[in-house]
């Protein structure tokens, strides 16, 4: 009696993780009783079938090809792309294939848009990154940067 939870871990080194709960029961002398429960709270995560574009106006969607656009995979599985007008983007990532966002500097533009230690990156404006060596992203993001004002 009380909760079920399993874990497992993936080739990307995340850890996925189910728990279901029963009513948890207290013993008494002769039987088992059930516990006061607290009010349940319904969790919905919306999984948006376009990409979320974020430093865009409302009214731009999909957003044209101004600036650099960051293409992102969050830790839900969803896209979210960002446009950065302008350098610096204020964002580290991790050295390693696939490629993470390390951290984002304080106040700077990455942190701004709510770009999140653990995304993985996926495009740099409309190039796709799988397969590519950590060299090769390395200079498509330089270059993509370089274009960008101050």
Known sequence: ????????????GEVT???AT???TQLSKD??????????????????????YLGFPESAAPPNQ???MLSFEDEFGIEKVVAFPKKPLGIDFCKAIPVTV???HPSGQAEGFGIQPGW?????????????????IHEILMSAALELPH
């Not at 969790?43 to 990409?51: A, E, L, M, N, W």
């Open 31 to 52: 039987k088992l009783e059930p516990l006061p429960s607290a009010p349940k709270k319904e969790v919905v995560i919306d999984t948006p079938k376009q990409p979320a």
């Open 1 to 12: 009696m009380g909760g079920v939870c399993c874990s497992e871990s993936n080739e990307g």
């Open 120 to 136: 993985k990156l996926m495009k740099v404006n409309t190039t796709e990154i799988e397969g590519k060596s950590l060299t090769q």
């Open 17 to 19: 993780s189910v728990v």
């Open 102 to 104: 390390k951290r984002t």
């Open 22 to 24: 029963t009513p948890v």
């Open 66 to 68: 101004r600036g650099l």
